[in-house]
């Protein structure tokens, strides 16, 4: 089963994910797809880390999602931006590159057996226009991967004002 959470900055998607993986496992998997940057960067990845009990399993993985043996098991994926901008840096701003990728990755990851897998991520073209030409890419790399995601996905969830509304499934 493959869960998609989108929805815009603090929407109420990490929260929502949580609380469905809680729902359907007693140790569910968190993957945290962020690079460490810089200090702030750690500051949030340490907050997000104390949201979490001992009843999480804690994985970092930046690119490789297809390493993790997610069978049997209940997955939560935070997140596809953090997760994009590896492969958007990596590759020196190559969408079609990064595409190829990252599509190679979630199509590994559905071919995991017994599987529930929550992947969360953000609808960056709902919010501001960018002001770079970098930011303009970036943010239609997000949106073709959204849509990828959301084909492959069984169930689609956006998050309004904190409210989970079914997109799909």
Not at 79 to 104: G, M, P, R
Request: charged residues 25%; aromatic residues 8%; proline residues 1%.
């Amino acid at each position: 089963m493959l869960y998609l959470i989108t929805g815009g900055e603090r929407s109420g998607k990490s929260s929502y994910a949580q609380e469905l993986a809680i729902s359907l496992s007693d140790q569910p998997m968190y993957v945290a797809t962020a690079r460490k940057w810089d200090g702030d960067f750690q500051k949030r990845i340490d907050r997000h880390q104390s949201e979490r009990d001992e009843r999480w399993t804690n994985i970092e993985e930046e690119k490789q999602l297809s390493r993790i043996d997610f069978s049997g098991k209940v997955a939560m994926i935070d997140c596809v931006t953090l997760w994009l901008t590896n492969y958007f840096v990596d590759t020196k701003n190559d969408i079609e590159l990064c595409l190829q990728q990252a599509k190679a990755e979630i199509e590994q990851l559905v071919l995991q057996e017994n599987a529930t897998i929550i992947i969360i991520t953000n609808e960056i073209g709902m919010g501001v226009h960018a002001h770079t030409e970098v930011g303009r890419k970036f943010t239609e790399l997000q949106g073709w991967m959204n849509q990828f995601i959301a084909k492959k996905a069984d169930k689609v969830i956006l998050m309004v004002s904190g409210i989970p509304v079914t997109i799909k499934g």
